[in-house]
């Protein structure tokens, strides 16, 4: 019966207050609702009684909350999730990478690696792999051990055929990967230009400049304050010019950032930095 057990405002944010001070994870800027589903979906995997139970054993027991901290956010993700979006990017800002001698990319929140992938299989097919570091973040350790594996399972391969597709029509979506015992391992040379590592965006900084970020489905999460935090910290990383990708139901246009951003294609979400003024003097 957890699912549907009424957790209180308050009592969520006691235990949110005293995993920051025991473990220093703070999702105290997350929004309640995101909290409240996942300490309900944590309840019941769990099968935990009561929220004060819950409280107890996480704040008393640092193995269990490692265990929790693998459920506390939502890791939903496909392969080449949201063609439209990758046909953008492929066609708009890939060649634009391209005229740098190398590229860094930063896949902030990238869950269990699908769209990681996605977007290193672009990269090879444009011959930009070679030349290209993509630095692939997540708070979750769980999410980033599936990535590193790079194997999912054989039942998500023909959407993801599908999806991959769309955003390139001819190609052929069964050379990267080989089914076994249902599931599909990825070709591990995609592997080979991704560094997958835990950065967590509420408390961590800026680690490298680089050309492109993306960050999608994340920031939907996030409140108002927390998602300009966020904002900010891809703004300083990012180079001049540089792109930055959110998700489709995310956006900069209530941002404080948002003015210096202009979207590179309408509703795609893929923004660039604009000139600014006092740039455009010189
Ligand atoms: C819904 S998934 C999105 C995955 C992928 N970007 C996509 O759009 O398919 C959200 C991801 O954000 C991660 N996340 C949540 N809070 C975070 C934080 N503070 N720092 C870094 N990643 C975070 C979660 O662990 C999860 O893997």
Same mark, same amino acid.
């Given at each position: ?131 290209? *570091? ?9 999410? /980033?051990?599936? &990535?590193?594996?790079? #194997?999912? @399972?054989? =039942? ?89 990708? *959110? ?9 404080? /950032?948002?003015? &210096?951003?202009?979207? #590179?294609? @309408?509703? =795609? ?14």
């Amino acid at each position: 019966m957890t699912a549907g057990v009424p957790l209180e405002p308050w009592a969520m944010q006691a235990l949110v207050d005293g995993i920051y001070q025991r473990y220093g994870y703070d999702f105290r800027a997350y929004t309640a609702e995101s909290l409240k589903r996942r300490f309900q979906f944590v309840m019941k995997r769990f099968a935990v009684g009561s929220f004060d139970q819950l409280q107890d054993m996480i704040l008393s027991d640092p193995d269990f909350f490692l265990d929790v901290l693998g459920h506390l956010t939502v890791t939903t993700t496909e392969l080449f999730r949201d063609p439209a979006f990758y046909a953008a990017l492929n066609r708009e800002v890939l060649p634009r990478l391209a005229t740098y001698p190398s590229i860094k990319i930063w896949h902030a929140g990238c869950s269990s690696g699908e769209e990681v992938y996605s977007l290193a299989i672009l990269l090879r097919e444009a011959n930009l792999l070679q030349n290209t *570091v993509i630095y692939a973040t997540d708070i979750n350790p769980l999410a /980033l051990d599936k &990535a590193r594996a790079g #194997v999912y @399972p054989v =039942t998500s391969i023909q959407k993801a055929t599908e999806n991959y597709r769309s955003v390139v029509p001819n190609g052929d979506f069964s050379r990267y990967y080989v089914a076994n015992y249902g599931m599909a391992a990825l070709d591990r040379r995609l592997r080979e230009s991704i560094v997958f590592a835990e950065h967590n965006l509420v408390t961590d900084s800026v680690f490298s400049e680089v050309q492109l970020i993306l960050c999608r489905n994340v920031l939907i999460y996030f409140d108002k304050a927390l998602q300009e935090r966020a904002l900010k910290l891809f703004d300083e990383s990012l180079c001049h010019r540089g792109f930055l990708a *959110v998700g489709i139901k995310e956006s900069l246009q209530f941002s404080l /950032l948002g003015p &210096a951003y202009e979207e #590179v294609v @309408p509703r =795609t979400r893929i923004y660039q930095k604009r000139i600014s003024c006092s740039q455009q003097k010189y």
